[in-house]
């Protein structure tokens, strides 16, 4: 059962349900003709079914492997990058000065996404590389722009972040890696960072590490931190990778999944970096480059959720088990089995829907430099992070209950999209942290991004859904009464619940659109609103009931 | 952070929440002194703590393999069945004639806990030899028995359950192995078997192996099916392991998890059988054997459960990140953290208060014969099975969760235990097929087994409780009514539901016992009635809905 890249229906959702040619409307992304959207997803989609698709395996059984200090990567995966290289898809989003297409960041999702179902281990690449272009368009110097972006955009030179110490892995602030000015306008990075994506590979000149650190005049916490560009190799006078530069990769952790993505230690001891922005200001550049890499994580759920779907749906289509309803039936015409399918297909489509219409703000909010498309797009992301990335994670598993004893055994398939996902709810910020943004500072407007919001979504005409809109409007302004303490008891809940009201009415809306999607939007329906009516309950427990249970019971 | 058994967890649950004073008072088990409950609990849960629990990451790490048709086990596992079996734990409810101790099942499940805690892919071989010994002591013949059983209790022989052929999963009624006559009181089995859980290992003499096939005259479907006794070896004129049967090993498959328990794929090449019980009443045999099974699979998903969250426990009480509001505060003063932990807690007691109260109502209705005990845990086990396994894999899932990007590192081990668990929903019966069980043959009686269950948690003196026990009597009434299809449809949510409104009885129950639990029973009854609510909103959508999505739009 190969993966089909689902363009059309993509194509469906940027069109019927998330508004898309808005986007199209603006100056800034007049380019993006309905005649170019199709010709990209098109052109990706064929990539992603015929190129990448048949990597995905051999990525799982080979995985990335360090040998003398360097670090192999899976078979077929240079071809692989260089495939996505080629095709243009780095750069799509990337400043047409610098060699990028200047397309919305919306179209990027979109491709990424079908690369993602392909090959996720590969895709976290190309994603990482994405977010470097973003944090040096937005932050870095004329000079460094025009040194790295085109190399970055061509795929010569590949793009890490590294944040993550030890001792400092939710908490940024606790990092300790030090910047010592060397007196000739660079700094000397010591240091080791971990859980370093494509910290290596042996397909790419250079591997240009953006790395958080601290300079010796540093406050502590993240107000501290400085933002520096370390590459592997030093750019020689030509702007070419030259000697080697003072860091290496110390080991490759062996994890559940990703096997064909390379997860490094890094040892920084001495190398030299340039600051990129200000000084101490780090952890804003920092915030740039992860926004859009958060809602990249959320695609990369929804990857998943696709793939394993198609997966399931091709194994429940020609496995014959028991009497069926109607003559020749398979497995799909048993009652429960359809219900997990439809679960699978409510959704992924609710997951699809809500990240492009993410895009969609981001997008407009940089067309149009609108505070309210602002606003709404940094409220949308962490919802479209967490819950693309918990329904990866619950699809790839309903896919596994869904092919029974096959799903426990590793040839099947389904059983490496659960182990790839996982980590889409832990990496780029764990889906709780996402949560505790969402109730912290994206209600630090009052809850204006939230009412704005709610409002587009309390005129579908539909009694069910205009109840469970209502109730989340009340919950809303009940959180924003709350302690902190309160809110962050009940931020998982209410991002759940938030996720699948959105859910609910992308399904409505798309309904609207197409009579032939309205059987499925009432399956969808009967499904997500009852999920967000127990989250909306759960989330009004606040933290007092939490820490009435002592720490004794807890441990007991 | 190695695995405590919870020794006076589960004394509490048998005590104060399940009632099982009530079995030790049977005639039939009365050396279920609470003396003898305590030292048994307390030996099993050394075993598993000192013995059992070191083994777990080498069955991981180096899987049982196939070499030259004979299965290795991994490292240490043989010593790890040896001190299984020499504990007397194989036998716990054997009867004592043939060696066992004649103890109740609800003991063997606390035990079978603590083990599989310990080391899940060794414990299934034992779980697979008590099936075996219940299935020979109510179908065998009496030298069967004598000749069998024993060798079983002292695990000198092994047992092992072949249903599966590639075209009959969860339909059995479409297997083909065959069965001829062989003129001698024997039989010919001849066919393929998939999935067969410890097929072979190299720690004991004999492996039996009970195999569902068809004679010549067989009608089709499960009605055609008869049980036989198929040893490795031929038992000699002294009962020992003799001469070599036809029958091998073909290959073990590579699976997500349980790598430490072989699953064989049998070749049975005319290799001689012995016929158990009544020719063609081989199901009815079967479910004997796997009605234990299915409660013990549950206690499977219990034990993860458990080892997972002290696992997660243990690492959020070290863990630091980021301020908390007390002085040195880690990570499970975090809300969001603790929030996690504490539902992994509500969960893990109710799935163990539930297999618990399931095993007392079968131990009960065995000293009685009532039929009231049998309806009751004839109801209560397909519930405890899918809601104990699906909580070990979200509990699993959310330990993951609780240590970030280590969870995602598989030295930590985390993973491990997600990997392993993933399998229970699927094997002796999906979950689907337990909640079409508990929706069809267990409510043939009219729901009398539901209702008689609903009226015991009629009166909490809680009032949200007594909502939630009204509106899963409504439903049981509704779906009474409907046809089987709309009942099956709804199967799953409705099995879902009413484990969580049992699994917030217990929790009532236990905070009524002892005031220390109260917070914790608080926080539970929050988490579970909203989630048992919304699964009561999705069992009442019937079927129509799934079936007017057209398999065209299902596959698009």
Tied chains: 1, 2.
Excluded at 70 to 93: K, N, Y
Excluded at 202 to 210: A, K, T, V, Y
Excluded at 308 to 332: F, P, V
Excluded at 394 to 415: C, K, L, N, R
């Amino acid at each position: 059962m190969p993966y089909r890249a689902p363009v059309s229906e993509i194509r469906f959702v940027l069109d019927k349900v998330v508004g898309f040619e808005r986007v199209a409307a603006t100056e800034t992304f007049a380019e993006a003709t309905p005649e170019t959207v199709e010709a990209i997803l098109t052109e990706a989609g064929k990539l992603s079914e015929e190129v990448l698709a048949p990597l995905n395996r051999q990525g799982d059984l080979h995985p990335a492997r360090l040998e003398n200090g360097i670090v192999r990567t899976s078979p077929g995966f240079a071809d692989g990058f260089r495939a996505i290289a080629e095709g243009g898809w780095l750069g799509m989003s990337a400043d047409p000065e610098h060699g990028g297409m200047g397309l919305p960041i919306t179209l990027t999702m979109a491709v990424n996404e079908m690369i993602g179902s392909a090959c996720l281990a590969l895709q976290l690449n190309p994603l990482m590389t994405q977010g470097q272009i973003e944090a040096l368009e937005a932050h870095a110097s004329d000079e460094i722009k025009a040194l790295y972006i085109p190399k970055l955009v061509s795929g010569e030179w590949c793009g890490t972040m590294n944040l993550t110490e030890p001792q400092a892995g939710s908490d940024v602030g606790a990092l300790r890696t030090k910047a010592e000015p060397k007196g000739d306008g660079t700094y000397a990075i010591t240091g080791q960072k971990i859980y370093i994506s494509w910290g290596d590979n042996d397909f790419s000149e250079n591997i240009c590490h953006l790395v958080l650190a601290r300079l010796p005049d540093a406050a502590p916490g993240t107000k501290g931190i400085s933002l520096f560009m370390v590459p592997k190799k030093l750019p020689d006078e030509n702007g070419n990778a030259g000697v080697a530069n003072s860091l290496k990769v110390v080991s490759l952790e062996h994890k559940l999944g990703l096997h064909g993505s390379p997860t490094a230690v890094m040892q920084y001891d001495g190398a030299t970096g340039w600051l990129i922005g200000e000084p101490h200001k780090g952890m804003a550049a920092m915030f740039t480059m992860m926004n859009n890499a958060r809602l990249g994580v959320g695609v990369q759920g929804l990857s998943i959720a696709e793939a394993a779907m198609q997966h399931a749906i091709g194994y429940a289509l020609e496995r014959k088990q028991g009497r069926t309803a109607q003559e020749g039936g398979t497995i799909l015409h048993h009652a429960d089995v359809r219900r997990m399918v439809l679960s699978m297909k409510a959704h992924t489509f609710a997951a699809r829907a809500l990240a492009m219409d993410t895009a969609v703000s981001l997008d407009m909010a940089r067309a149009t430099g609108d505070a309210g498309w602002r606003a709404r797009g940094a409220f949308l992301t962490p919802i479209a992070k967490a819950y693309g990335t918990d329904t990866g994670i619950e699809i790839a598993s309903q896919g596994i209950q869904v092919h029974g004893g096959m799903g426990f055994v590793e040839e099947t398939g389904a059983a490496q999209y659960a182990r790839d996902v996982r980590v889409t709810a832990i990496y780029e910020g764990t889906n709780g942290i996402q949560a505790m943004d969402l109730v912290g500072r994206k209600m630090m407007d009052g809850g204006a991004a939230a009412y704005a919001l709610l409002d587009e979504l309390a005129v579908s005409g539909h009694s069910r859904m205009e109840d469970a809109v209502a109730e989340l409007r009340a919950l809303t302004a009940w959180l924003l009464e709350q302690e902190m303490q309160d809110r962050f008891a009940g931020a998982v809940p209410y991002l759940a619940a938030f996720a699948r009201v959105l859910g609910a009415s992308y399904h409505l809306r798309a309904a609207a659109a197409d009579p032939a999607r309205k059987p499925l939007a009432e399956v969808a329906v009967s499904m997500l609103l009852p999920e967000a009516l127990a989250e909306m309950a759960k989330a009004r427990s606040g933290a007092e009931v939490l820490y009435a249970v002592s720490d004794e019971v807890v441990a007991a």
